[in-house]
C-alpha cells in the first residue's frame, strides 16, 4: 500500500509541475501587460505574396484525433509491457545468482 501511496503522490506532484508550466507558458501575455483582446492574428503570406487560407475543420478530424489517441495508447501499453518483461528477467537472473551464492 505504501508503494501505491508513493507512485500516487509522485504522480500529484508532476501534474502540479506541469500545469504550473503550462500556465507560466500560456500567460506570459498577461504580464506583460498588452490587451490580448485587441490583437489580430499575424498575416501570414508565401514568397510569392499569396496569403494563406486557415482549413476547415470536418467530423473526420475528430476521428483522426481518436485514432492519433488510441495509437499513443498501443504504444504506451506495449512499452510498458516490454519494461515489465525486463523487470522480471532482472528479477529471475538475481535470484538466480542468489540462490547459486547459497549452495
Do not use: C, W
Amino acid at each position: 500500500m505504501k508503494t501505491i501511496f508513493r507512485i500516487a503522490i509522485v504522480l500529484l506532484v508532476a501534474g502540479i509541475v506541469a500545469g504550473g508550466f503550462y500556465l507560466l507558458a500560456n500567460n506570459t501575455n498577461i504580464a506583460s501587460g498588452r490587451d490580448l483582446d485587441d490583437r489580430q492574428p499575424p498575416a501570414m503570406t508565401s514568397t510569392d505574396g499569396q496569403t494563406f487560407q486557415p482549413r476547415e475543420f470536418h467530423d473526420e478530424s475528430l476521428s483522426h484525433g481518436l485514432a492519433g489517441v488510441a495509437g499513443t495508447l498501443v504504444k504506451l501499453t506495449v512499452i510498458t509491457f516490454v519494461v515489465l518483461l525486463v523487470q522480471k528477467g532482472f528479477s529471475l537472473l538475481g535470484n538466480r545468482k542468489v540462490k547459486a551464492a547459497q549452495s
